[in-house]
Structures are given as C-alpha cells and as structure tokens.
C-alpha cells in the first residue's frame, strides 16, 4: 500500500469536503428532523469527532506554518458536509439529509445568540443560564450541523 504523500504548496489551505457524514442518531430526534422540528444537531468538540471532521493534510500545512501572520485567516480545516446519513446502532432505520453548514460553536452568548437569531435553535439555551449563573468562565464547544432536505429514508 502507498503512503499519500501531503501536500503542502500554499495551494492546500481548505479542508476536502466530505459527502457523507455517518451518525449515529436516537430515532426520535429522526422523527423530529421529518417532522421539521429539528433544524441542527449536535456533537461533542471530541478527539472522535475531530479526527472525522478536520482535514489532517490542512491542520499539518497550518502548523507547518504557524509562525505566518495570516494563517488562521487563509486556512480552514473543517471539513464542509455535504450529506448526513443518520442511523440507529443496528441500521434498522436511516434517514439521509442535506447537510446546509456545518462549523463550531461555543456555549457562550454570542454563539448561542447566533443560534436563536439564524435557526430558531434553542437547544443550548438552558446550558448557557446553567453556566452562566454558576460563572463558570470554560465553555464547552460543539460541532453543529444545519439539516437541509430529506433526501431519502426508511422511516414513516
């Protein structure tokens, strides 16, 4: 087998897009997708997720290149979702949508401002007041997912 070697011209700054993101889903939150209910998902800022969503060849290039004044600015190394394929555990049921954007998010005001304002989404809008009446000052992070259309599922 043969090592793919990485490029690293000024070229290679934007992460390769994936098609198809596989996730594991409760299916009542499916429901709630077909239903309309449900505008995004969520997932831990985890090693696990990362290592599925960051593009390894863009995060080598940026830290090759740390030291350049623009780096953070010329280079981004998440990934853009085109589809996600979500299922339960056994694969008994999926349903695949369109994946509108997909980036981080924060539980901080700004962030979960955002949310409400673009989405409607009010999911992290009890752990922000949690956080916040407690003044804890280190907030978690999430990676996020705007579900488009339902392209295709088994579900009824």
């Not at 010329?74 to 056994?90: G, Q």
């Not at 989404?121 to 916040?132: G, S």
Request: proline share 3%.
């Amino acid at each position: 087998m043969q090592k793919k070697e990485i490029d690293m011209s000024a070229e290679k700054k934007i992460a390769e897009p994936l098609e198809v993101l596989n996730l594991v889903m409760r299916k009542q939150f499916a429901q709630e997708i077909l239903e309309g209910k449900k505008k995004i998902e969520f997932r831990a800022f985890s090693e696990h997720y990362s290592s599925r969503l960051y593009d390894k060849e863009v995060l080598t290039y940026m830290k090759l290149h740390a030291n350049e004044p623009n780096i953070l600015d010329e280079c981004d190394p998440l990934r853009e979702i085109h589809t996600i394929h979500f299922h339960n555990y056994d694969n008994t049921w999926f349903l695949d949508c369109e994946c509108e954007l997909n980036d981080i998010v924060a539980v901080t005001d700004d962030d979960v401002k955002y949310l409400q304002d673009e989405y409607d989404c009010h999911d992290l809008d009890e752990q922000l007041a949690q956080l916040k009446a407690v003044g804890e000052d280190n907030r978690p992070m999430y990676f996020y997912f705007v579900i488009g259309k339902v392209i295709n599922t088994n579900l009824q």
